[in-house]
């Protein structure tokens, strides 16, 4: 591992702990063991580390969605995708919560090209229910939208919660039968 590829794991670490703002040049160095003045050889500034982590975490995002099959009927590609999603989050918890929660501290073009890559995702994942929905897998009035939104806003904010060695195929597999079945269920007094 080169050293600015340390000093980004460091980062992502510290950011996804303390937050940007809470994450000092001081506090990378410590976390290396090294001077302050030395972190300048490989960055110009802070930003630059989270610049790094949001695009490993887009990178991330987008491999684990590229791996689900084309040829996959499409509702479980939906499934496929909430497995890969929460499986991001697990493995990678410190770039997936930089990802998630510090994206709003770039400025300027950084900020431009990651926000256009979580909309790049996000359209990606309302093409699945899209897709599901115009192929008669899912309901026909789906509202694909609010669908993406119920899926990014459960899969992502599992990096709240989520234990190290969680089995995340299996919840996502739950998560899953929750957004397909819904919460009424079918009752037998119906």
Do not use: C
């Not at 030395?38 to 490993?56: C, F, N, P, Q, V």
């Not at 899209?130 to 789906?142: F, Q, T, W």
């Amino acid at each position: 591992m080169s050293r600015k590829e340390e000093l980004s794991r460091h980062a992502a670490r510290l950011f996804a702990e303390k937050g940007y703002h809470g994450t000092s040049i001081g506090d990378l160095a410590d976390s290396m063991g090294v001077q302050r003045g030395s972190l300048y050889a490989h960055i110009e500034g802070k930003e630059d580390l989270l610049y790094e982590t949001m695009r490993d975490g887009a990178a991330a995002f987008h491999g684990a969605l590229n791996s689900v099959p084309d040829g996959a009927a499409p509702a479980e590609k939906v499934r496929l995708a909430l497995r890969a999603h929460m499986r991001v989050v697990s493995e990678q918890l410190d770039v997936a919560t930089v990802f998630i929660q510090e994206w709003k501290y770039l400025e300027g073009e950084r900020l431009e090209e990651i926000v256009a890559e979580r909309h790049r995702y996000e359209e990606r994942i309302r093409e699945l229910f899209r897709e599901g929905r115009d192929l008669g897998e899912l309901r026909a009035d789906l509202d694909v939208t609010a669908a993406a939104l119920a899926f990014l806003s459960a899969a992502n904010w599992a990096y709240t919660w989520l234990t190290p060695g969680s089995d995340t195929d299996a919840l996502a597999d739950r998560f899953y039968a929750l957004f397909l079945d819904g919460f009424r269920g079918y009752s037998a007094h119906s």
